[in-house]
């Protein structure tokens, strides 16, 4: 990124012992100074534009951790603080003593969750949302179901969404998104994105992806308006649908403490 570090927006989290998710949180204000610098070293910059807390940690008070991004944003190694997955009390409390510029969490639309608190929370606020897995790790593109075998390191082993029954079972969403997809002339991708840009304007999903066709086919979806009739058939058919499996392992669930 060197020759173009101004032209790009470079984000990077803090909050695992050793970097490691395995090992725990540890947003202890040293541990976070200490990322930071290793951090800048490795990118070879000297400002890291967005510096996220990645899990909220429940043994370090969010105005210690706050406060500790703070002193990185005064002394112009950070511009901006986030945070993801955190819950909306969480928030605030971070906010009050720095303001967040924005939350990364899971939301799409087979991960409805933030619609129950955290939205309303960042509109008040005024803090940007960044849903991970907007594709719902890939199941949303129609290119899933339960005959797929997945290579035995893929994480997907173990969230219970993918197992074979909830594949399965959680097909009547892709046959909506595959219905509205042939009438737009766009990719159950493109309209699962689509969806998500259209809930607010401060969304900024990002979904993952390894290959040139898939970018492109993603870029693609900011082209896409749905209409309210769209929104409102989308809607009305999740209202009758019933996403099975839990989003992560019993294990990775501990980690979401928000």
Partial sequence: ???????????TKFGFKDGKPSLGTDSRPATIRAVAEASLKRLRTDVIDLF?????????????????VKDLIREG?????????AGAQSIRRAHAVQP???LQSEYSLWWREPEQEILSTLEELGIGFVPFSPLGKGFLTGKIDENTTFDKNDFRNTVPRFSEENRKANQALISLLGTIAS????????????WL????????????TTKLHRLE?????????????????????LS??????????????KMVNR
């Fill in 100 to 102: 967040v510029t924005a």
């Fill in 217 to 237: 086919e993603n870029l693609g979806a900011a082209n896409i308006q749905l209409a309210d009739g769209d929104l409102k058939e989308i809607n009305d058919a």
């Fill in 183 to 194: 009438r737009m002339n766009a990719t159950p991708a493109q309209i699962a994105l689509a």
């Fill in 1 to 11: 990124m060197a020759p173009f570090r101004n032209d790009v927006v470079i984000a």
């Fill in 77 to 85: 190694k950070v511009r901006h603080f986030g945070m993801s997955e």
């Fill in 240 to 253: 009758n649908i019933e996403v099975q499996g839990n989003r992560y392992s019993e294990q990775a669930q």
């Fill in 197 to 208: 840009l259209a809930q607010k304007p401060w969304i900024v999903p990002i979904p993952g």
């Fill in 52 to 68: 996220y807390q990645h899990r909220v940690d429940p043994n370090v008070p969010m105005e210690e951790m706050a406060g500790a």
